[in-house]
């Protein structure tokens, strides 16, 4: 795993945060893990592919995802309606596609599949074990955990 490109992935999620929900973005940890920390209520996973594969998977409690959706939306929801599932998944697509832009710059081809929002009871289990860089953003409406995996094809 190529530790410079999988920083680009915290990197663009605590920018397009900071644009989004405001300036009181906070990269609290890094650090690397055995496998993905699939802790949150809500969690988007978004595939890799390309020179390099994996995926970025972005988990947080559910009152988080409603508060940034709520944010991004301009109007509370109590429940993780499909509208604010669907905000939880562009506001992935913004801040991984950003990270991708600087990757694909560098010479590295990488691409994306669509976000797949889903709850921590529909949440793939992961047995087998990945590489995985797991870093905690901290917004005004709570903790963000972004895990990444990343794998070279040459």
């Known amino acids: 795993m190529r530790l ?16 989004l929900v405001g300036p009181s973005i906070e990269i609290e940890s890094m650090r690397m893990q055995a496998s993905p920390d699939t802790s949150g209520d809500v969690m988007a996973i978004i595939s890799l592919t390309g020179d390099a594969y994996g995926k970025v998977m972005i988990e947080m409690n559910l009152g988080t995802a409603l508060g940034l959706a709520g944010r991004l939306l301009g109007e509370d929801s109590r429940e993780l309606t ?4 669907s905000s939880i998944a562009e506001l992935g ?9 600087f990757i694909n710059d560098s010479g590295t081809r990488v691409g994306m599949r669509p976000p797949v929002v889903m709850t921590k009871a529909g949440a793939p289990g992961y047995e087998d ?3 995985t860089l797991v870093a905690t953003i901290k917004t005004v409406y709570g903790e963000i955990g972004l895990n990444v995996t990343l794998q070279s094809l040459a």
């Not at 410079?4 to 945060?17: A, G, Q, R």
């Not at 697509?93 to 832009?101: D, E, H, N, V």
């Open 4 to 19: 410079d490109l999988v920083k680009l992935f915290v990197i663009s999620t605590s920018e397009t945060l900071e644009e």
């Open 93 to 101: 697509s913004m801040a991984i596609g950003r990270a991708i832009s």
């Open 129 to 131: 074990r990945f590489e």
């Open 82 to 85: 499909p509208l604010v599932r």
